[in-house]
């Protein structure tokens, strides 16, 4: 493997500022999507593991939240610094691993290492409140303090804005922190801790385990020394998560599944819309859970619409993304090819028609060519399900009520998009859409300073923004008689 700096690419996993193997001596294969070529190897590391990170991470806390806020600040800084200087490391082993274009992968990086830079002022804006007394003798303070041990679970899609988005308020709050990453993308995460170290994180604030999801995951979620589990994921898992850590009565963050619908009012500026359909579909090839799933059309433009979104989807250029002139990379793995397939084949029996693409790649593998389809019935498979692939689906619709109406018609909330000029309009749809996140006239949203997650079955919790570190903290109040 090809880097500026070869130490970035770990195969051991990080526990304790120590790079450990598993006990059995067991490991997980990383294939690059792009190719089916082995990368290396991962620890394939189980219960008594996590439990040896969980207890690294309770010995790490009381001085690591001791520490003040602008000391813990100055170490983040210094992460963050370390992972902009070795930017194009850690995009290329991005790209290698989980397949998107390294243009796409470097402004991941650039976009993960935001939230280091963001929380670690953050982290000094903690304030509490005086309130005034009940009674004269008494004064009443609130105050926050870290939770304590916190656990995350991340996904591949985003292999490292994941972690930071997690690790960043968790670090900056003054907790210590176990991380599972996926086993498709675990070079990503190991090169941030490689990166966390030399910046100066204590042994056992960040603490990286691999391994299998549920040994992992289960510990994670029963053992009592973790307080709080953020986890990025499907819903499916998210409830499984959510039951197991019941138990204890834990913290969770959820960061679940979404079905965004993407509205084109026939006010919009269509080149406009075509531009933020193009970057929200077919960004990441598709697989980010924030991604257009469903496009509405209203009937006046919807011929005009898709005749424009079919040029510019032509114009698409799939291959490895390590290719100078690459747009789309591969789809994951196999299963991820096979759910577009199965949409594909779903709604085509239900009436709808191809309008471009439609099938594998020439390429071979992972690779699935961008897809349109029009007339899409409401009753397919991909007006319910999230298709984390590269298919676009355009269904129609005839004013504002019709267009409100089917886009909630789901049990997810976490993205929704819409493109319109009339001003009243704006506020009117923004405020009907029953979703966490809306973008308006814009098909790119995610960002350090705003809250980002869902409602309904799309999770609970917020990250990134100043609310992105309450969930790190307990709030603690005091009664002071004189």
Known sequence: MQLNDPTLFRQQAFIEGQWRDARSGDTIAVTNPANGQPLGSVPKMGAEETREAIDAANRALPAWRALTAKARANILRRWFNLMMEHQDDLARLMTLEQGKPLAEAKGEISYAASFIEWFAEEGKRIYGDTIPGHQADKRLIVIKQPIGVTAA??????????????????????????????????????????????????????????????AVGNELTSNPLVRKLSFTGSTEIGRQLMEQCAKDIKKVSLE?????????????????????????????????CVCANRLYVQDGVYDRFAEKLQQAVSKLHLGDGLQADVTTGPLIDEKAVAKVQEHIADALEKGAKVLCGGKAHALGGNFFQPTILVDVPNNAKVAKEETFGPLAPLFRFKDEADAIAQANDTEFGLAAYFYARDLSRVFRVGEALEYGIVGINTGIISNEVAPFGGIKASGLGREGSKYGIEDYLEIKYMCIGL
């Open 256 to 288: 679940l599944g979404g079905n965004a619908p993407f509205i084109v009012f026939d006010d919009a500026d269509l080149d406009n819309a075509v531009e933020g359909a193009l970057a929200s579909k077919f960004r990441n090839a598709g697989q980010t």
């Open 153 to 214: 679970i991340t996904p591949w899609n985003f292999p490292s804005a994941m972690i930071t988005r997690k690790a960043g308020p968790a670090l900056a709050a003054g907790c210590t922190m176990v991380l599972k990453p996926a086993s498709q993308t675990p070079f990503s995460a190991l090169a941030l801790a490689e990166l966390a170290n030399r910046a100066g994180v204590p042994a056992g604030v960040f603490n990286i385990i691999t391994g299998s999801a549920g």
